[in-house]
């Protein structure tokens, strides 16, 4: 790795760790009523309103709140995949049926997920997706995305541009969490879109 990559990947570490500092001092009101704000938001996307099938994911502590838009996306007749991490953190796809078909799954010292209990798709399931809703701590101004830094979701994008796919991708976020500017690396790729609670703004 050269020095500038280098350099990248330590300027995200310390961005993760100032923007998961705030998202800590959020209180439990204060994610329930953004994750209101934040599906309303979403299912006014016209990408939503036509998607048959949207890869998504179940928010996990202090972060911006998905179970109401998947709720409220079964609810439309849309088939939503959520992933199951590997252990090589990739990520296995599963049909999401309601929040009583989700498990509770410990990935050893990493946080504890949800995840489709169900049967697996396999890996490759994402490549059928419309939209992906992407998880992320921060999008700048280009559309660049800072995950958490596990790369598993660095392989989705790689594997939906092997396969030629192309869905929508729409990461969901903390109005103070679109920035000017995010490290990026050679592997990074932009998403089309971000919403947030007071609103949707979009990337060329």
Do not use: C
């Not at 953004?34 to 949207?54: F, I, M, N, Q, W």
């Not at 594997?159 to 103070?176: I, K, Q, T």
């Not at 679109?178 to 609103?199: L, N, Q, Y």
Request: net charge neutral; no cysteine; glycine share 10%.
């Amino acid at each position: 790795m050269s020095h500038i990559g280098r350099a990248t990947e330590a300027d995200k570490r310390m961005l993760r760790r100032e923007f998961l500092a705030v998202r800590n001092r959020l209180t439990a009101d204060d994610v329930r009523e953004s994750a209101d704000a934040l599906a309303r938001r979403a299912l006014g996307l016209p990408e939503l309103a036509h998607a048959r099938t949207v890869a998504a994911y179940v928010s996990v502590g202090s972060e911006p709140g998905t179970l109401a838009l998947l709720d409220a996306l079964r609810e439309r007749g849309v088939r939503v995949l959520l992933p199951a991490l590997l252990p090589d953190n990739d990520l296995d796809w599963g049909a999401y049926a309601g929040e009583g078909s989700l498990a509770r799954i410990q990935h050893g010292g990493k946080m504890a997920l949800f995840e489709p209990a169900g049967e697996r798709l396999g890996p490759g399931a994402v490549t059928g997706a419309d939209v992906v809703l992407l998880p992320g701590l921060a999008v700048d101004a280009r559309g660049m995305r800072l995950g958490r830094g596990g790369g598993s979701y660095d392989r989705v994008l790689t594997r939906l541009e092997r396969a030629d796919a192309h869905p929508a991708l729409v990461v969901l976020l903390y109005d103070s969490e679109v920035v000017g500017h995010v490290p990026e690396e050679a592997h990074d790729r932009p998403v089309h879109a971000v919403v947030t609670p007071s609103g949707v703004r979009r990337f060329t």
